[in-house]
């Protein structure tokens, strides 16, 4: 690999960061006041996705079960990708779409949202699990590209689509880690307020 292909991608990552802030800045705003109206009145966020969406869903949760840039108490936040034995047992006994979806039922209670990373917006076992959120009165934050797909399809006006703009499925990653990283940050200041950050 040579320099300029190294540079190649750090050039339309930024230049996607800079596109995306434009378009997804009032769709990440609304995810945080979503997310904020849940946790602020004893509701819990669930989180799902396949392959480095489900290592982002593990990011996601451990910044607010933990901290992201403050100290402050713990929030409930829950990632569906983490039970080996619950992922296998489902998986094996039923099939692989479910293995969301089992657990939202299993977990979900109304007012909760479900966080549901899907860069192409059709893994089959995200939409399962939009579904059965949908079903027991749950708010839905989707974090998509590429046109979003059937999940962008269907969603309600009550849910937030956040879609790339772009086809490209590491530079969709790219943005979606940027806006998990906006989403805890808008989340600490809509409960705790302001910082030394802002």
């Known amino acids: 690999m040579n320099t300029q292909r190294i540079l190649s ?8 960061k800079i596109q995306s802030a434009a378009q997804l800045s009032h769709a990440i705003e609304e995810a945080v006041e979503l997310m904020f109206a ?3 009145n004893g509701s819990r966020i669930l989180a799902c996705g396949n ?43 039923y099939s692989y779409q479910e293995i969301f979806s089992k657990q939202v039922q299993a ?4 007012g909760d949202v479900l966080l549901a990373l899907s860069t192409s917006g059709n893994s089959a076992n995200i939409v399962a699990a939009i579904d059965a959120a949908l079903e027991r009165d749950m ?3 989707a974090l998509t590209g590429k046109g ?22 590491a530079r969709i990653k790219e943005v979606h880690l940027l806006t998990l990283h906006c989403l805890c940050d808008g989340i600490d200041v809509a409960l705790f307020g ?5």
């Open 148 to 169: 979003g797909g059937a999940i962008g399809k269907l969603l309600t006006d009550a849910d937030v689509h956040i879609c790339v703009p772009h086809d490209r499925t």
């Open 38 to 40: 849940a946790l602020s």
């Open 139 to 141: 708010r839905v934050v």
């Open 51 to 93: 392959g480095g969406s489900a290592a982002d869903c593990q990011h996601f949760s451990a910044q607010l079960v933990g901290r992201f840039e403050r100290e402050r108490l713990p929030l409930p936040v829950l990632a569906l990708t983490t039970d080996t034995s619950i992922l296998t047992a489902i998986g094996n006994d």
């Open 194 to 198: 302001g910082d030394e950050h802002d």
């Open 9 to 16: 991608h750090f050039h339309e990552s930024a230049e996607l």
């Open 107 to 110: 977990f979900g209670q109304p």
